[in-house]
Each structure stands twice: as structure tokens, then as C-alpha cells.
């Protein structure tokens, strides 16, 4: 991101709900914005659990209209639903972290002014990512349709026996699969419920969806990459309480003959992280993976 001029430029601002002790860092950032001549506004739920004085409320297309970026305050979660709601606008989200993993909100609260006064300085790293986007057809009719940061899933009931998915890409028939479920992931998604299924890390910059299959009953379904470009269409064919969830977000009572067809959305989210940010960095703090070899340096 370029530097910013600051004058009367728009940041809005996005924060966890119901967040211990969040009242005191969300002051500091305003606060530390508004010093900077920039213009502070609150994204409307934010706007209605904190009620903040003097600050404007603004829905996602508001945002979208005036903001140079967005800050959300939060973990993951929180992160997700914004980035679905503004990746149509294209603008860029700064994630400090209040949540526990922290994969995509990565700015540590005791951190957050100063690596703030950089990223918006232009001394950032920009982060381009990939979404999602799936539409569920009944009959050659759309009945839904949703959009994915991390993952779309096609999960059983609890409680109920295995689903059968027939799974296509690019025309080309390629399973049918009894397990509990699919999980179809972006490069982003992979460190989410795709790597608790046993499915690989993708690297950001990668062009692939991976389809990682949920307790398969044939040990040979094993989780695949397939290029971003690809056209995939999953279709109930046996099961019980059939669910797909586009990043936890649940569109229940699909029916057998249902398909859900899944491509790259034309919207990408773009992440500003801090100077010399590196995902390998992100990777080996956040799974606790082994420092560096003795003499090479420590953990940040």
C-alpha cells in the first residue's frame, strides 16, 4: 500500500464482540489515528456493541466507498466475516490480534501503535489472498449461494451415517466418496480445519484448491490440489442431514441429487502485515514449531 497522505483519509475500524477488556486498546487506536488526521469510523455491528461517541457507523458498501483500509481487532473469526463483506470493495484489512491462533489478525496488541504507524506509512507487506465462491443447485436452480475466505464444507449430521459425495472438476468425473465429509480449502484455508484433517499447507502465493476428504471409509481418498481455475461440483448422492458451510456459516437440509458448485471468486481479500512479515515466520509461531538451529537466530 502506498504511503498515505493522512489528510481526512478513512479508516474503518472492526472489533470482536463481547471482548474482555477490548474498551482500552480500541481507545488507544482511535485515538492514535485521529492524531494522524485520519478519519475513524466503525463498522455498523462494531458501532452497535461498542456505541462509541462521535465515531460514524457505516455498513460494508459505505466502507467500501471511502476507506483506505480496515483495521478489525479480533481473532480469525472475526476477520473472516469482514474480509467476505469487503473483499467485493478491495480494500485492505490490518488484523491485531485478540483471539488465540491468529493466523490472519497477526499484530500483537502490545505492538499495535507503532507496527500501525508503519503499515500506514507504506513500510507494509501487501498480502494478496484468494476466496472461494459456491452455489448450490436443486433441479438446475440456484437456491443459495455463498463465499469462502477459508474453506467451503460438505459435512454429515452428527449423529447420522456417512455421506456419499460424487466429486467432478472441470467436467471430469475424479469420486465417489463415503466419509464425513469434504472439506474444499484456499491457500488460506489450509491452516484451518483442512490441516486438522490431515490435508497439506499451501503457501499463500499458490494457485490450487486442495479437497481434503473428512474420515474417509477408503484410506485411499487422500487429500488432492487441484489449479484454482478448476470448476468443482460436489452431489449428494446417499447421507442424512446433508449440511454445506461456506467459513462456518451453515445452509442445512441439502437433499440427494443437491450439488454444490465451487469455483474462484473474481474478489480477493489483500492482508497488510508488518515490514519483513514472512508466512513461514506466521507457520512456526503459531504451531509451535522448533526455533531456529542454535546459532541461527531466535524466534521473534
Not at 18 to 38: K, W
Not at 263 to 291: A, C, M, Q, V
Request: overall charge negative; proline content about 5%.
Amino acid at each position: 500500500m502506498p504511503a498515505a497522505t493522512a489528510q481526512q483519509q478513512t479508516i474503518a475500524l472492526a472489533v470482536r464482540h463481547n471482548t474482555a477488556g477490548i474498551a482500552e486498546p480500541v481507545d488507544s487506536v482511535v485515538a492514535f489515528l485521529q492524531a494522524r488526521g485520519y478519519r475513524v469510523v466503525l463498522e455498523a455491528e462494531t458501532a452497535a456493541h461498542l456505541g462509541l461517541p462521535g465515531l460514524e457507523a457505516m455498513d460494508a458498501r459505505a466502507i467500501g466507498a471511502c476507506a483506505m483500509a480496515a483495521i478489525v481487532m479480533g481473532g480469525d473469526g472475526t476477520m473472516l466475516g469482514i474480509a467476505r463483506q469487503l473483499a467485493p470493495y478491495d480494500v485492505p484489512l490490518i488484523g491485531i490480534n485478540q483471539g488465540r491462533l491468529g493466523f490472519m489478525t497477526d499484530i500483537a496488541l502490545e505492538r499495535m501503535l507503532p507496527v500501525l504507524g508503519e503499515i500506514l506509512s507504506g513500510k507494509g507487506e501487501a498480502d494478496r489472498r484468494t476466496l472461494l465462491e459456491g452455489r448450490v443447485m436443486r433441479g438446475g436452480a440456484m437456491i443459495t449461494c455463498g463465499l469462502a475466505v477459508n474453506d467451503v464444507v460438505v459435512a454429515r449430521g452428527a449423529g447420522t451415517g456417512m455421506a456419499e459425495l460424487k466429486v467432478t472438476v472441470d467436467g471430469h468425473f475424479m469420486y465417489n466418496q463415503r466419509s464425513d465429509g469434504l472439506i474444499i480449502a484456499t491457500p488460506t484455508g489450509s491452516t484451518a480445519y483442512a490441516l486438522s484433517a490431515g490435508g497439506a499447507l499451501l503457501h499463500p502465493s499458490l494457485n490450487g484448491i486442495g479437497l481434503v476428504p473428512i474420515a474417509p471409509h477408503a484410506l485411499s481418498n487422500r487429500p488432492i490440489v487441484v489449479p484454482d481455475t478448476s470448476e468443482i461440483v460436489i452431489e449428494i448422492v446417499g447421507g442424512r442431514d446433508i449440511s454445506v458451510n461456506f467459513d462456518m456459516q451453515t445452509f442445512a437440509s441439502l437433499q440427494h441429487g443437491d450439488q454444490i458448485v465451487i469455483s474462484r471468486s473474481p474478489n480477493h481479500i489483500t492482508f497488510l502485515h508488518p515490514e519483513g512479515w514472512s508466512y513461514y515466520d506466521t507457520l512456526r509461531e503459531k504451531l509451535h514449531w522448533n526455533e531456529y538451529p542454535s546459532g541461527e537466530g531466535k524466534l521473534r
